[in-house]
Antibody, heavy 120, light 113 residues
């Protein structure tokens, strides 16, 4: 059974940094692309970033240059380094397996999410 | 960016009745070389992460009840719940994966009338 467990969320001041982790199990992590998707309180879903099985990375315009996605296949863990955080980054952040096809991908397994709150 | 628009924003349906959710993309998500529509549907219940229901516009994910069906092509898509059950109360999202920048619709809230 696929399991994804996010951690690292919390309260951070504007301009601050946070590193999210997603521990994966139940599948061959190294062969999957992985994405981060976020959801602001009471709002819809927004894709944030994807990292392919070969470490190619892509970002939404709103986070490019501030966020960095990475993975450690030896530890079956996905990361999201978030710098220069803004109030509008406040959201639940989900990691998801990304079934990449062509340029895009859909998400077939999701973690429970971790809440990031950016506020002074 | 491909903009996804869902309608209605919410709907209330009686138990056992049909629920229909529409999704429109700002450009076609049909890839001509393989004749596949790069469109998925998700269900999100309160306090839970989203769950994949349908991909390739009409392929049901394993374990998803057959009362859920997806249809459409190009820019216009539909998710149909043929006989609404209490367990289907949720917000439903469409998502295109035609481009690297994956985008979602704003969501449709389904409630019991």
């Amino acid at each position: 059974e696929v399991q994804l467990l996010e951690s690292g969320g919390g309260l951070v001041q504007p301009g601050g940094s946070l590193r999210l982790s997603c521990a994966a199990s139940g599948f061959t992590f190294s062969t999957y692309a992985m994405s981060w998707v976020r959801q602001a309180p009471g709002k819809g879903l927004q894709w944030v970033s994807v990292i392919s099985a070969t470490d190619n990375t892509y970002y939404a315009d709103s986070v490019r240059g501030r966020f960095t996605i990475s993975r450690d296949n030896s530890k079956n863990t996905l990361f999201l380094q978030m710098n220069s955080l803004r109030a509008e980054d406040t959201a639940v952040y989900y990691c998801a397996t990304d079934i990449s096809v062509g340029s895009g991908g859909y998400f077939d397994s999701w973690g429970q999410g971790t809440l990031v709150t950016v506020s002074s | 960016d491909i903009v996804m628009s869902q309608s209605p924003d919410s709907l209330a349906v009686s138990l056992g009745e049909r629920a229909t959710i529409n999704c429109k993309s700002s450009q076609s998500v049909l890839y001509s070389s393989n004749n596949k529509n790069y469109l998925a549907w998700y269900q999100q219940k309160p306090g839970q992460p989203p769950k994949l229901l349908v991909y390739w516009a009409s392929t049901r994910e394993s374990g998803v009840p057959d009362r859920f069906s997806g249809s459409g092509s190009g820019t216009d898509f539909t998710l149909t719940i043929s006989s609404l059950q209490a367990a289907d109360v949720a917000i439903y999202y469409c998502q295109q994966y035609f481009t690297t920048l994956r985008t979602f619709g704003q969501g449709t809230k389904v409630e019991i009338k």
